[in-house]
């Protein structure tokens, strides 16, 4: 169902999306529909990984970004799939593996390229919280 132009002005902007579809360009997202876009299981678009990386400071802080791609990493499995052998082995190799090599991408170009984000000693601290959290969860 499309928009009318007045309906796209009265919704809050990050809710907006382009499109459904991946190939056009995205003009708003919620954070969470931002970090799902660039971990899709089938839609790799690396310069979009790239701007998402250099402009997430505008909207969120680093640690919020990280913990939403621990998030992301832990995508739950679908009910209906959980209690089907066969269904969760696909669910595994097409939507969970690629998801979380997507999200280990993302962190492996984030810790590459934009080593400075990582720097600042607060950061790190925040940073090893996330992990902390992490190893709470599996506790």
């Given at each position: 169902?499309?928009?009318?132009?007045?309906?796209?002005?009265?919704?809050?902007q990050q809710a907006?999306?382009?499109?459904?579809?991946?190939?056009?360009?995205?003009?708003?997202?919620?954070?969470?529909?931002?970090?799902?876009?660039?971990?899709?299981?089938?839609?790799?678009?690396?310069?979009?990984?790239?701007?998402v990386l250099l402009?997430?400071?505008?909207?969120?802080?680093?640690?919020?970004?990280?913990?939403?791609?621990?998030?992301?990493?832990?995508?739950?499995?679908?009910?209906?799939?959980?209690?089907?052998?066969?269904?969760?082995?696909?669910?595994?190799?097409?939507?969970?593996?690629?998801?979380?090599?997507?999200?280990?991408?993302?962190?492996?170009?984030?810790i590459e390229v934009?080593?400075?984000?990582?720097?600042?000693?607060?950061?790190?601290?925040?940073?090893?919280?996330?992990?902390?959290?992490?190893?709470?969860?599996?506790?």
């Open positions: 169902e499309q928009l009318s132009e007045q309906d796209k002005e009265n919704l809050p907006l999306m382009a499109t459904p579809r991946f190939e056009q360009p995205l003009k708003a997202a919620t954070l969470v529909k931002l970090v799902g876009r660039v971990t899709h299981a089938t839609f790799n678009d690396p310069r979009m990984l790239h701007e402009t997430y400071r505008l909207y969120t802080s680093g640690v919020a970004f990280a913990r939403l791609l621990v998030q992301r990493y832990d995508m739950p499995t679908p009910p209906d799939v959980a209690s089907n052998d066969a269904r969760m082995e696909t669910f595994v190799r097409e939507q969970r593996l690629p998801v979380r090599l997507r999200v280990v991408n993302l962190l492996r170009t984030w934009y080593w400075h984000d990582f720097n600042a000693r607060a950061y790190l601290e925040d940073a090893v919280d996330v992990t902390d959290v992490k190893k709470q969860q599996q506790a």
